[in-house]
């Protein structure tokens, strides 16, 4: 993995040298863990200035849920009391004779930004913007594999739920035997907080979870997913609780599952972030639920939960192979309840057999 990250840093440095910038400062935690193979909290990755530092609070322990560093990286201890990493960096970069040093804008605060110009005061420091996020987009055949293997543990763990008695327990009780069930097999942890919706709270996305409890006839929502290796990956399924669905139920999953179904098949590269969107969104629309839509249908999965492609109706951009995304629907009617379907996907392109679903829970609309 060595090789990896070095041509990752590489496309970094690049980047940079192609904006008239020597170095480049890396403080974003997934974009550090994403060029440096792990990191400790608060550790920030410095880019050209001589070789590449890793500058760290505290030395790397070892915590799975941190990553494995790159054994190739020189890693810089500041110890307790010697201050923030970043400012370290801007005084390594200065000392290197570095005059411009691009940095991570949308990361840093104001104050860390005022700090490290002061211990360097003739470093100018420039907008390294978004070109780390940008090559995280599309991703290789090992970071896919962690992706799959999450969406592995995701449906063990809700196959697992379905298998047990629901009726009177909790929507809180419930998301924390799922996050539970989660790292029994094999998660870092919840890729997200678990969200469990019941009744007239289902079908609603990122509910937190109340003390309500589960009734019969109700819908029952679930939204959760593992993080393994620090990848992260998504599913909603919504059921019928112990009787069979009533007829308004039916059709409103019908409907939802065509709209899931036809954003899955619009996965394929070349095709616009808008274009999977409508696909999704359209029959939801046409059917008159437009106005109470979440404002996006899906988007990216990686390091982060929530990554680009974002899709949307006004977003901008086309899809390329082995960009792994979520589809996501959902409906909900105030006072009844509603249904949420989502699967995490890997763009592949139709000689490739199409997308390729990670998710592979039964949509099928069950009554537990």
């Known amino acids: 993995m060595s090789e990896v990250y070095a041509v990752r840093r590489g496309l970094v440095r690049d980047r940079c040298a192609a904006v008239g910038s020597a170095a480049a400062l890396v403080s974003r935690p997934a974009n550090v863990r994403y060029l440096a193979g792990g990191a400790p909290p608060g550790a920030v990755l410095l880019l050209g200035a001589g070789e590449d530092v890793l500058l760290c609070p505290r030395a790397p322990g070892g915590d799975p849920a941190h990553g494995r560093t790159d054994e190739s990286l020189r890693v810089s201890v500041l110890g307790s009391g010697r201050g923030d990493a970043a400012v370290a960096a801007a005084s390594l970069a200065a000392t290197h004779g570095t005059e411009c040093l691009a940095v991570e804008e949308h990361d840093l605060t104001v104050a860390r930004h005022r700090a490290m110009t002061t211990a360097a005061p003739r470093l100018r420091l420039g907008d390294l913007g978004t070109t780390v996020e940008q090559l995280r987009v599309v991703k290789d055949e090992e970071e896919i594999a962690c992706l799959r293997i999450a969406a592995e543990i995701t449906d063990q763990a809700l196959g697992e739920l379905l298998e047990s008695i629901l009726v009177g327990r909790t929507e809180r009780h419930l998301s924390l035997e799922l996050e539970r ?93 808008r274009e999977v969107d409508h696909a999704a969104r359209h029959p939801l629309d046409s059917a008159g639920h437009g106005e109470g839509l979440m404002p996006r249908t899906g988007h990216g999965v990686g390091l982060e939960i929530d990554e680009d492609p974002q899709l949307a109706p006004t977003a901008m951009g086309k899809l390329d192979a082995c960009v792994p995304v979520t589809v996501g629907p959902g409906v909900h009617l105030p006072g009844r309840g509603g249904v949420r379907i989502d699967d995490t996907l890997v763009v592949r392109p139709e000689a490739d057999g199409g997308p390729e679903l990670l998710t592979i829970t039964t949509k099928e609309l069950l009554a537990l």
């Open 181 to 273: 069930r989660l790292v029994d097999h094999g998660a870092e942890g919840p890729a997200f907080a678990t969200s469990v919706a019941t009744g007239p709270n289902s079908g609603q996305g990122r509910h937190r979870p109340t003390d309500r409890r589960v009734e019969e006839g109700d819908f029952l929502s679930v939204c959760l997913g593992a993080s393994y290796r620090g990848y992260r990956c998504e599913i909603a399924r919504t059921f019928v609780i112990g009787t069979a669905p009533a007829d308004w139920q039916i059709e409103l999953y019908d409907l939802v599952f065509a709209a899931q179904r036809g954003g899955r098949e619009a996965l394929l590269p070349d095709a616009t972030y």
